[in-house]
């Protein structure tokens, strides 16, 4: 009895016992997953901004036909933008917590849904940062390549929202010299900005463009008053659509990033239960 005693103890110190090991983290930040996320998150809303352009979906473009643009079509560009903010950001999210590094095993499942979480936003924050300063240098781009061939030190930033109604207003058969259109043109275009504010034109300034307008052009007094009344008109209107899709752009933009940012916290926190092969609490189910 003994001795099978003794044997079955040597058997078992000779044999190795196999367990599981798992990577563990200490660190708060695991800034490769973090990265990792960012870029899944920017790709995304790459494929998907060009994709809403493609079927007409963007709230800013350069071509002419957004004067035609109805609000209908404006609110439907804003709820795209947010959809996209949610699956961009929500996969950037999913990623940045499920490749990250496990916690130590003696972490309680709060710390480890916060860290998650806070990967998931540090991802949509970087991505976000990204985005702004790729929209802002194509913006200045495309901006600065529409105002090069006409700009001149009279010309002003508001003259390309209203270069149709100053077309109108100053079109003749013959102009005079190109230096003087180009002041008379920035003249008027300032003109015609200042019209559209809550004082709207003063007689003064009204009398002064029609008689600008008829010295460009050669019309007559009351063709030049006309043309001076319809590009008023025109410009007002205009300058009404560039300020709604400003404001729709503006919302849109805030609070994709805002859900957008929940998206990501919510999405890293779902790839870090499934990276620990844990159920999710009962709230998150709800």
């Known amino acids: 009895m003994l001795a099978s005693n003794e044997v079955a103890s040597r058997i078992e110190a000779s044999e190795p016992i196999a367990t599981a090991t798992f ?14 996320g ?12 060009a994709f809403g352009s493609a079927l007409g979906l963007g ?14 079509l404006a609110v439907g560009s804003g709820i795209y933008l947010l959809l996209t903010a949610l699956a961009s950001f929500g996969l950037g999210g999913y990623v940045a917590g499920r490749v990250r590094e496990r916690w130590h095993p003696t972490a309680s499942a709060n710390v480890v849904e916060f860290r998650d979480g806070m990967h998931g936003v540090l991802a949509w924050a970087i991505a976000a940062v990204i985005s702004g300063i790729i929209i802002a240098a194509s913006v200045a781009g495309i901006t600065s390549k529409a105002v090069e061939p006409t700009s001149s030190p009279v010309a002003t930033t508001g003259e390309p929202l209203i270069a ?15 230096s003087q259109l180009t002041y008379a043109r920035a003249e008027a275009g300032r003109i015609l900005l200042a019209a559209t504010g809550r004082q709207a034109i003063t007689p003064d300034d009204r009398t002064y463009l029609v008689r600008l307008v008829a010295s460009q052009t050669g019309a007559a007094p009351a063709d030049a008053e006309r043309r001076v009344d319809v590009a008023i008109t025109a410009a007002a209107t205009a300058i009404h659509k ?12 805030a609070a994709s ?4 940012a929940a998206a990501a916290w919510y999405a890293a926190g779902a790839g870090g239960r499934h990276r620990d092969e844990a159920n999710p609490p009962l709230t998150w189910r709800w």
């Open 23 to 36: 990577d563990v983290a200490m660190s708060f930040v695991q800034w490769s997953s973090v990265i990792a």
């Open 38 to 49: 960012a870029l899944v998150a920017l790709a995304l809303s790459l494929v998907l901004i």
């Open 59 to 72: 709230i800013v473009s350069s071509s002419p036909t957004w004067r035609d643009a109805s609000p209908a």
């Open 164 to 178: 149709y109604e100053l077309d109108r207003l100053l079109l003749a058969e013959r102009h005079p010299p190109e």
């Open 242 to 253: 560039a300020r709604r899709s400003a404001v729709i752009l503006g919302f849109s933009t």
């Open 257 to 260: 990033l805002l859900l957008g």
